[in-house]
């Protein structure tokens, strides 16, 4: 269904001008974007070089040389890589028509910054006013399904890789991003759409199909 990504669609909202911006969000890590990137997936490489240049170091267990990484050091690298992305990608790819698809956008700093590291949320706020201003997703998915069980894929999926910083946190830190996800849907549920992601993977992209279905997004 490449197709679905470059075709020109009416936008949700004004503030999507000419394409649709639909970030999908995971719990801890159940999928990433795998599901919603087998329906709507480019004929090119979607990503900016200098954004996961900047991302790498935050996920990184051995650039700092025996040093650690402040959390509120961490939450500005991950705000300087959402400008480079939206710059240089997001923003000129809806000015183009086309749909975007994130793996994780605006509310995952919420989550893991906000509730995983407990930073404070009207810094994030301030933060999130000057880097992203108005540019909200036209949906985003939440992806969400128990702590363990999210683990448990990841390791499955990783196994024989290193982890990095986020992937070797305990289980309780990633109850927190969760709880905070989910906090964050019930205040915006227009937006924010909660998908079981305890099912498999072909019940969960047809319940994502059905949510772009009733947006008359596809047909």
């Given at each position: 269904m490449k197709h679905i990504l470059y075709k020109k669609f009416q936008p949700a909202t004004a503030d999507s001008r000419d394409g649709v911006f639909t970030p999908q969000l995971e719990n801890g890590d159940v999928g990433r974007a795998?599901?919603?990137?087998?329906?709507?997936?480019?004929?090119?490489?979607?990503?900016t070089p200098l954004a996961e240049r900047i991302r790498e170091i935050v996920?990184?267990?051995?650039n700092a040389r025996g040093e650690s990484m402040p959390p509120t050091a961490e939450l500005?690298?991950?705000?300087?890589?959402?400008?480079?992305?939206?710059?240089?990608f997001v923003e000129p790819s809806l000015r183009a028509?086309?749909?975007?698809?994130?793996?994780?956008?605006?509310?995952?700093?919420?989550?893991?910054?906000?509730?995983g590291r407990r930073l404070n949320a009207e810094h994030i706020r301030q933060l999130d006013a000057m880097v992203v201003g108005a540019r909200r997703p036209d949906?985003?998915?939440l992806l969400d399904a128990p702590v363990e069980q999210a683990l448990e894929r990841?390791?499955?999926?990783?196994?024989?890789?290193?982890a990095d910083r986020f992937e070797s946190e305990r289980a309780e830190f990633f109850e927190r991003v969760r709880?905070?996800?989910?906090?964050?849907?019930?205040?915006?549920?227009?937006?924010i759409a909660v998908v079981d992601a305890s099912q498999s993977v072909d019940r969960v992209a047809s319940q994502i199909?059905?949510?772009?279905?009733?947006?008359?997004?596809i047909s």
């Open positions: 795998y599901v919603l990137d087998g329906l709507l997936r480019s004929s090119g490489d979607i990503f996920l990184s267990l051995d500005l690298l991950m705000f300087a890589a959402r400008a480079v992305h939206l710059t240089n028509g086309r749909w975007v698809v994130c793996d994780r956008f605006i509310d995952a700093t919420y989550a893991y910054q906000g509730g949906l985003t998915v990841a390791r499955q999926r990783n196994a024989g890789a290193a709880d905070a996800y989910r906090a964050r849907a019930a205040a915006e549920p227009t937006r199909l059905e949510l772009l279905v009733a947006r008359s997004w």
